[in-house]
């Protein structure tokens, strides 16, 4: 006889509830590393598309060639023109 052990309800509960927090969070923010630290950008769509974007060093450039970063106002963060 296979005997399983007990899961407890409210660990259940409380893992489904940060894993959709972090879900959410994920598909609204972009998390732009920078090299003095983390920015968050409000996305403009729904979408796990540039959630977590690496902006150390030259590869800021790069976020000007991403039409979602541009839409949700990275110039801006920037203080690009």
Known sequence: MLVLPRVDMKKVLYLLLIAGA???GALN????LFDDGIK???KTEVTF???FVDARGA???QLLFK???IKAGI???LDIK
Not at 29 to 32: L, N, P, T, V
């Open 75 to 77: 110039k801006e963060m």
């Open 59 to 61: 590869k800021k450039l």
């Open 22 to 24: 972090l879900t959410l």
């Open 40 to 42: 968050i950008l409000r």
């Open 67 to 69: 039409p979602a970063l």
């Open 29 to 32: 923010y972009h998390f732009i």
């Open 49 to 51: 598309e540039d959630t």
